[in-house]
């Protein structure tokens, strides 16, 4: 069985943690979130996987090699320009070795999921269809890919990113697609599969069916999302088969030093070098690489990136902060606000009161 694995976007909502790694490359509950991905397709009975690069190739390629140590074969496809989801589909044919009739599978670089591929599989190859999408509920849909289905589970539209979705069933990121219908997307421009490919296949008549599955499913795209996503592999709400450490409430890594009059906990990740101090409360938050966290500084639903510092009682609530940036003591900053790489915020210059 093979993957296509794509993950050539820029990761912009991440930044500035993806101004130097790109997204599935930031660590996630203790490992660069492809870890969990790529063991979950070899559990899934993946050999094979093809990576789709573009925004800084060269880090996929640094870190897994040729996957051997994941027990799965990768090779990698950089596209010189951003050819979009389907052009990045189709620039990978090439290196794939199905038959015209094997299904393929597809998974966006940013998925967390608990479903049921293998079944997905199935339900594919039974039904002889050309695309089968893994789909979700959600409450608002108008981030996504909107995919109303019939009774028989077939696809009948795909509307990318709707301000009035007509469904909260979700286009979740993970497709099986019949190999030669890949072969079939336009080679020489960049095409996107949400807007241009689906619409055309439903247009043309071809079998797409919606393998709804209720299991865990987050797409860690944002700075929320992927906080969460972390600790929900940490406290053991998603399994995955990477987590470099028992469940439980903290994921403390070899070479951190936490104080013991420091409180950890929501399934917080403290990578090696971290250096937390007395009193300091981290909360569903992840502590990247060589960060210190000051006494009695508050730090929930945040990621701290690499070597930052964040100062003595200094509260951090849905911040994140870049790498080797310095947050000064008594500083409170919430919602969303991200503080630059090596960007300085002086001592208690900021204070957060919500709105009313
Ligand atoms: N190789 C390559 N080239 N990869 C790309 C490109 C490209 O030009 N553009 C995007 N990608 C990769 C990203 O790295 C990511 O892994 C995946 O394609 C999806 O891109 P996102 O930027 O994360 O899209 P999204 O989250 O807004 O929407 C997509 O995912 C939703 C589910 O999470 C769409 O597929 C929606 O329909 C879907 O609902
Ligand atoms: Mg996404």
């Not at 079939?184 to 709804?212: C, H, Q």
């Not at 966290?293 to 009682?313: F, Y």
């Not at 911040?319 to 960007?343: C, F, K, M, P, S």
């Amino acid at each position: 069985m093979e993957a296509v694995v794509l993950v050539g976007g820029q990761g912009t909502r991440l930044q500035p943690l993806t101004l130097r790694t790109p997204k599935p490359m930031l660590p996630f509950a203790g490992v660069p979130f492809l870890t969990h991905q790529i063991t979950r397709l070899h559990a899934a009975g993946v050999e094979h996987i093809v990576m789709a690069t573009s925004y800084r190739a060269e880090v996929f390629h640094e870190y897994f090699g040729n996957g051997r140590d994941l027990g799965v074969r990768i090779d990698y496809v950089t596209e010189v320009e951003p050819m979009g989801t389907a052009g990045a589909i189709r620039n990978v044919a090439k290196r794939l070795e199905s038959g015209p009739e094997d299904p393929v599978l597809i998974v966006n670089g940013d998925i967390l999921s608990g479903h049921d591929i293998r079944a997905q599989l199935e339900v594919h190859r039974r039904r002889g269809a050309a695309v089968t999408l893994h789909l979700v509920e959600v409450e608002d849909a108008r981030a996504f890919g909107c995919v109303p289905t019939d009774s028989h589970s077939r696809v009948t539209g795909f509307i990318e990113k709707s301000d009035k979705p007509v469904t909260n069933r979700i286009n979740a990121g993970c497709y099986v697609f019949t190999r030669d219908v890949i072969d079939r997307i336009p080679a020489d421009r960049p095409v996107s599969v949400e807007r241009e490919t689906f619409p055309e296949l439903l247009e043309a008549g071809a079998i797409i069916l919606g393998y709804v599955d209720t299991s865990y499913w987050l797409d860690v795209g944002t700075p929320a999302a992927f906080v969460k996503g972390s600790a929900d592999v940490v406290t053991g709400v998603v399994e995955t088969y990477a987590l470099p450490g028992p469940v439980g409430e903290a994921l403390i890594l070899d070479g951190a030093v936490v104080h013991a009059g420091a409180r950890i906990s929501g399934g917080s990740v403290i990578e090696p070098r971290v250096k937390i101090d007395a009193g300091a409360q981290v909360t569903r938050s992840v502590i990247a690489d060589g960060a210190h966290v000051a006494a009695g500084a508050v730090v929930e639903d945040s990621i701290v990136g690499r070597r930052a510092e964040i100062g003595p009682k200094a509260r951090l609530y849905g911040v994140v902060v870049g790498e080797g940036a310095q947050v000064g003591a008594g500083n409170e900053l919430a919602n969303g606000i991200r503080i630059w790489t090596d960007a300085t915020i002086p001592d208690a210059s900021i204070r957060f009161t919500p709105l009313p």
